[in-house]
């Protein structure tokens, strides 16, 4: 495993102590506000150890966005305090703090927010709605005017994290929400210079990474890491396929940034539809990106051997992971020492007091379906 934890050097010369990530997971543990919780700060106390890019879940950039239960905020200049916390407490572990931006978009909850949610269109398909309980019938499309706001709010986000002391931000354009909305032609029907062709539908996306950058050429900051995080595909018909991703790819290629992210379930997944069907993800990706920006994959690791394959199969720079961390709050540790039998692979309900877990994120462990955590059962106690 000793590769995992040597150090690499990004584009922009900063040195990551290890290759080990933390993927952005959304804790649903931080104070009605945004506001760090106690909870919140435990379980961050014991999370970065061993870990090169520890990257903080979902912080919304405008109160519109707000999409999780108790998520943390970029808003205003009430939010540094907590911020510059979170990203103390995962900097005195020895891992770099980078704080992932978000907008829920269409996917925005009126119910956490009080604002009605925001996209790009409102005229697609009922079914995404349904499945996620949803009523389309309150979801406001955004006006030019209203998508340049927002691209600053992007911008201001960026700069509250630079105050806070956070490494670097990741921009949040992945799982369906606002970035992914405009770039997909299943949820942007616009015909203006915000839709209409590929191109005018990365256009909200690429403006956000400009400003975004901006900010670090503001703050003379070249140190400061940027990175993006995307899903490579979507199932619908007429979504986005792996000739859209490689094409914002290259696009974002031309742009100052550090790396990014994959967003996927499983870190070998094939290619479904479009450029190198039927191969890796990441390779066909990787391919691209390879001496230009480092690539973060993740999906699906848990075991030691999980670690291992990933990390000698060469399809990233980068190798992340959610679950595990969740699971092992000593995971780099445990890693790091060859300890991997030591590794949690299922949880333990009676047994809570073992994971630093705050309420929230406990009660989704054990709900969850779609993170398939495995369960002890009292007999295996």
């Known amino acids: 495993m000793s590769n995992l934890f040597e150090k690499i050097v990004l584009n922009n010369n900063v040195e990551v102590p290890g290759r080990l990530v933390v993927a952005p997971l959304t804790l649903s543990s931080s104070n009605p506000d945004g506001g760090i919780s106690n909870e919140e700060?435990?379980?961050?106390?014991?999370?970065?150890?061993?870990?090169?890019?520890?990257?903080?879940?979902?912080?919304?950039?405008?109160?519109?966005?707000?999409?999780?239960?108790?998520?943390?905020?970029?808003?205003?200049?009430?939010?540094?305090?907590?911020?510059?916390?979170?990203?103390?407490?995962?900097?005195?572990?020895?891992?770099?703090?980078?704080?992932?931006?978000?907008?829920?978009?269409?996917?925005?909850?009126?119910?956490?927010?009080?604002?009605?949610?925001?996209?790009?269109?409102?005229?697609?398909?009922?079914?995404?709605?349904?499945?996620?309980?949803?009523?389309?019938?309150?979801?406001?499309?955004?006006?030019s005017e209203e998508i340049k706001k927002i691209i600053e709010k992007f911008a201001y986000a960026t700069e509250l994290s630079l105050k806070s002391g956070f490494d670097g931000v990741e921009i949040h354009g992945a799982n369906n929400f606002l970035l992914q909305q405009f770039y997909s032609p299943y949820t942007n029907h616009r015909n203006d210079e915000w839709g209409g062709s590929d191109e005018k539908r990365m256009k909200f996306l690429l403006e956000i990474v400009d400003a975004v950058c901006k900010i670090k050429e503001k703050y003379n900051r070249p140190d400061f890491i940027i990175g993006y995080r995307l899903s490579p595909e979507e199932p619908y018909e007429n979504g986005i396929t792996m000739n859209e991703t490689l094409k914002f790819v290259r696009a974002l290629l031309n742009k100052p940034i550090q790396f990014i992210h994959i967003s996927q379930s499983n870190y070998f997944q094939k290619v479904h539809r479009g450029e190198g069907e039927g191969q890796e993800r990441l390779k066909i990706i990787h391919n691209e990106t390879k001496g230009k920006v480092s690539l973060i994959g993740v999906g699906g690791l848990r075991t030691e051997k999980d670690f291992i394959f990933a990390l000698n199969s060469g399809l990233s720079e980068f190798i992340g992971t959610g679950i595990a961390s969740i699971l092992n709050r000593d995971l780099g540790i445990l890693l790091k020492e060859g300890k991997g039998d030591k590794i949690n692979l299922e949880l333990d309900p009676e047994h809570?007091?073992?994971?630093?877990?705050?309420?929230?994120?406990?009660?989704?462990?054990?709900?969850?379906?779609?993170w398939n955590i495995p369960k002890k059962s009292k007999g295996n106690n």
Request: hydrophobic fraction near 35%.
């Open 352 to 370: 809570p007091e073992n994971y630093v877990i705050p309420k929230n994120l406990w009660n989704k462990c054990l709900t969850y379906e779609k």
């Open 41 to 143: 700060r435990e379980y961050l106390k014991v999370r970065a150890t061993g870990v090169g890019l520890y990257i903080l879940g979902a912080t919304a950039v405008s109160q519109e966005g707000i999409t999780f239960l108790t998520q943390p905020r970029a808003l205003s200049e009430k939010d540094i305090p907590s911020l510059r916390e979170r990203a103390n407490i995962i900097k005195s572990q020895g891992a770099l703090a980078i704080n992932q931006i978000h907008h829920g978009g269409l996917y925005a909850k009126k119910m956490y927010s009080g604002v009605s949610p925001v996209g790009p269109s409102i005229g697609f398909p009922n079914e995404e709605f349904q499945k996620r309980n949803l009523d389309p019938s309150i979801i406001h499309e955004l006006t």
